[in-house]
């Protein structure tokens, strides 16, 4: 059964990003047993929090339009550090001690997970294997203006792009001739529209260990194309690469 949690992306982008304002003063791993309680097959998504540095899994509560609980595990599996992944999970929860200025209905939680997959309508976590290759910029698509300039391409700009996904999931981003950007480690998530009808995926790109940045994405024959509309944005345009090698 496909999980509609786009109607919820706006929360769940908030409770992700900048406005939510979380001090830490506990240590990461620091669930505690007093007051705990037991959580049993949890339907969540992973995020990560750029205040704290931290991962997390959010659980929507039904029957609400903004209320959530936020998981914070003590360890997180490196195969679910992905964006907006949807995940299942089991295990031993306490209050955890943030202070959130945010208004949003958000409650914080440290937890030792004792059990966590791929959400029941993910047939399997995803791999990187399909991005591994060189992908050259080829065209980008833009809402306006519409001109001669629209698409944008290297020959009309005069500028080359390269993206180079590698088998141990190093990443490089190269612009005429040149490293751009660069990381170690890149991953692949999942998720679904909330029309139910379409799915998509999204690549979170690592450096340093640290998030630096998602695209949104979707692979048609030799093309890779990147747009924030598979997110749920509108008007986004997109951006076209062809696998070169």
Not at 12 to 17: D, I, K, Q, R, S
Not at 118 to 131: A, G, Q, R, V, Y
Not at 186 to 196: D, L, N
Request: with cysteine; proline share 3%; glycine share 6%.
């Amino acid at each position: 059964m496909k999980i509609n949690i786009l109607n919820m992306t706006t929360m769940l982008l908030v409770l992700a990003g900048s406005f939510l304002s979380c001090k830490e003063d506990e240590k990461k791993c620091s669930c505690s047993n007093e007051q705990a309680f037991e959580v049993v097959d949890l339907k969540g998504v992973v995020n990560f929090n750029e205040k704290v540095q931290q991962w997390y899994i959010s659980v929507h509560e039904a029957g609400t339009y903004d209320e959530a609980r936020l998981f914070f595990p003590c360890s997180l599996e490196e195969a679910y550090k992905v964006p907006n992944k949807n995940v299942l999970f089991s295990g031993a929860a306490s209050n955890l001690s943030l202070d959130i200025s945010n208004p949003t209905g958000a409650h914080c939680f440290c937890i030792e997970i004792s059990f966590i997959s791929c959400e029941n309508s993910e047939p399997t976590c995803l791999d990187s294997s399909t991005l591994i290759g060189k992908w050259e910029w080829t065209k980008t698509y833009r809402m306006i203006p519409l001109d001669d300039m629209n698409p944008l391409t290297p020959e009309n700009t005069g500028t080359t792009e390269s993206i180079i996904f590698t088998a141990d999931s190093a990443w490089r981003k190269i612009k005429n001739q040149e490293v751009a950007e660069y990381g170690e480690r890149f991953t692949v998530g999942h998720g679904f529209y909330a029309s139910g009808d379409g799915e998509y995926d999204s690549i979170l790109y690592i450096k340093n260990e640290i998030p630096i940045g998602a695209d949104y994405f979707k692979i048609e024959g030799n093309n890779l194309i990147f747009s924030s509309d598979y997110a749920g944005t509108v008007g986004s345009g997109s951006k076209w690469f062809e696998r070169s090698k």
